[in-house]
């Protein structure tokens, strides 16, 4: 059969969905990734085909409103509050809460960064392709449409927690028991205007997907009651050397330090310091290898001789070899330490789960969580002397790694998934 996959235009949402690719790719059947051309490369590293559509989209520019670059004392911070899609206490998930946050990320999120015109390229392509599943990235909505203008099944890949899914329970419940000339449902509208153009109409598993395929250990998930798939996360870097110093064996405790590519390229800017990191490394007896970039260091940054610094270094090359890791919670870097079973010292930004993910990480046992508000020297210098030296952590990051490579690897779900294909493909008449 043909497979479709549409990942959302970051090198990390690629990687993201690489290992189930290529899983499709060595059954037999015909595999196309189709996004925009920012991430061909990737795509085309993978050893994948890439169909582009759309024109670059500049994540870094689009993700950040002009006005974040203000000084504080000016900058008008209350969008931040409405694109807070993290929120996960079910008190706090009220019908007039999640409304804002689902308009805000329509309005802002979906409507920048998935234009019209985008989205009808791709509906063209799967229109002329015709794929018989289409698996796309829980951020990149014209997959889904693209399925269903071409009669494909499809299924929603997951990188974290299901905060839609979670959202979206809860919205419904709320929006059922309104008046029907209350109702308002932006995701709908929003769908609906393009799906209209093409003789459909909305359904809600345009935004959750027919099936979920998700990585995330069943312990870590969040309570969502949708139709699932697990499969086992398979480390993906992108493509990588292994250095000599990697190769052998440390000394002394190896320590990861890393604010992750995703952060980087979706935030184009750090909101941690790096000083502040490397402080409180300095004085331990520890090999600390920081993946850094020089535009990164502080001018005259002081490098302690225990740390060193690499642009890249490919994680799951690394973290067998480390002993700890510290982190901005991202899913690709929280994901490898976790089938590593690697004890994490997490200082969670607030994109997208992060800080809910890197919560649970830390209740069930498997690391500490900073927020960026509260990191000074002394403090994550503390936390990372603890999850070193007490055996609870690395036994709690042990429990979750079994976890991990107890679900059914990439190659082991393809037959579920060409029976759930089968179910649900409709040949347009």
């Not at 998700?214 to 480390?235: C, G, T």
């Not at 405790?253 to 980087?264: D, K, M």
Request: proline share 9%; with cysteine; net charge negative.
């Amino acid at each position: 059969m043909r497979v479709l996959f549409t990942p959302f235009p970051a090198s990390t949402h690629v990687h993201t969905q690489v290992p189930l690719a290529w899983a499709m790719r060595a059954a037999g059947h015909e595999v196309r990734v189709a996004t925009r051309p920012d991430v061909v490369e990737d795509i085309n590293n993978a050893g994948l085909t890439a169909v582009t559509v759309g024109e670059v989209l500049d994540v870094p520019a689009t993700m950040n409103p002009e006005y974040t670059d203000e000084p504080d004392e000016i900058r008008d911070e209350a969008w931040l509050d409405v694109l807070d899609i993290s929120e996960t206490r079910p008190e706090k998930l009220t019908y007039s809460y999640v409304h804002g946050v689902l308009t805000a990320w329509t309005s802002f999120v979906y409507q920048n960064t998935l234009p019209d015109d985008t989205t009808e390229e791709l509906i063209d392509f799967a229109r002329a392709w015709r794929p018989d599943l289409v698996v796309w990235d829980t951020m990149y909505y014209p997959g889904a449409l693209a399925a269903r203008i071409s009669g494909a099944a499809h299924a929603r890949l997951m990188f974290g927690l299901d905060l839609v899914g979670l959202m979206r329970r809860h919205y419904l419940g709320g929006l059922a028991g309104l008046p029907p000339a209350l109702r308002e449902d932006p995701l709908e509208e929003w769908m609906s205007r393009i799906l209209r153009r093409h003789g459909r109409k909305f359904t809600e598993d345009l935004v959750v997907g027919q099936w979920t395929i998700d990585p995330v250990p069943p312990s870590l998930q969040l309570p969502v009651d949708l139709p699932s798939v697990p499969v086992r996360y398979v480390p993906y870097n992108g493509e990588a050397t292994v250095p000599g110093w990697l190769r052998e064996p440390p000394r002394r405790p190896r320590v990861c330090l890393t604010l992750g590519r995703s952060f980087r390229e979706v935030v184009g800017a750090d909101r941690t310091s790096v000083g502040d990191l490397l402080a409180a490394v300095a004085e331990l007896d520890v090999e600390v290898v920081a993946t850094f970039t020089a535009d990164q260091l502080e001018p005259g940054q002081r490098v302690p001789d225990n740390v060193r610094i690499v642009d890249f270094a490919p994680l799951d090359a690394l973290l067998p070899t480390s002993a700890a890791i510290v982190h901005h919670g991202g899913s690709g870097t929280l994901m490898t330490a976790l089938a590593h079973g690697v004890p994490q010292v997490m200082v969670p930004s607030t994109m997208w789960c992060n800080v809910p993910k890197a919560q649970r990480v830390r209740d069930a046992g498997a690391g500490l969580c900073i927020s960026p508000e509260e990191l000074t020297p002394e403090g994550l210098r503390a936390s990372l002397l603890r999850v070193l030296e007490e055996p609870s952590f690395r036994a709690g990051a042990e429990r979750l790694r079994r976890e991990v490579v107890g679900t059914p690897a990439p190659a082991d779900i393809v037959p579920v998934l060409e029976k759930l294909t089968a179910e649900h493909r409709v040949y347009p008449g």
